[in-house]
């Protein structure tokens, strides 16, 4: 049986421990911080306690060989080295991020990352529910797309086309 891919994620808080629960099934998860246990843990994701800015602590990790690294750490500045690290150093294939504050997006994506802005995802995660018709998800532009509902009559001469039979304009 082939083995799973590994993902290393910085952060054990609330966003790092869930998003464990849910990679788990199909990677081998090792998640990395400072303050969390091994108790903590879901079984089978693995920890190590350690600055996820340490080289040496992301090959105990196993950074060497990762498919994914993910920066889920309280602090920008973590998460912009950590990054950094597995993309400079460990080559790593898929590196993403959350960024705490809007106006570090930019670092983050002049690294090659993925990112996602906590506050603007909020704001478009809101908004999508509080608006009728129109469905904004993070994973739609990160956050920057969106997706609109429309109601198609009956008679409508839209049935049965594609959307590029539309040509739409501004899609």
Known sequence: ?????????????????ALSARLQALWEV?????????ESMLPGVAFVAGDATSSLVLRQAGMEGAEAAIALTGRDEVNLEFC?????????PQVLSMARQSD?????????????????SV?????????????TTSDVGLG????????VLPNSPVIGKSMIDLSPQAW
């Open 1 to 17: 049986m082939a083995s799973k891919p590994r993902v290393i994620i910085a952060g054990a808080g609330q966003s790092g421990r």
């Open 30 to 38: 090792v998640v990395v911080d400072l303050e969390g246990d091994k």
């Open 84 to 92: 950094r690290l597995a993309r400079q150093i460990y080559q790593v």
């Open 104 to 120: 570090q997006v930019k670092a983050f994506e002049e690294l090659g990352v993925l990112t996602m802005s906590r506050p603007d």
């Open 123 to 135: 704001a478009s995660t809101l908004q999508s529910r509080l608006e009728r018709g129109k469905r």
């Open 144 to 151: 920057q797309g969106e997706i609109l509902e429309v109601t």
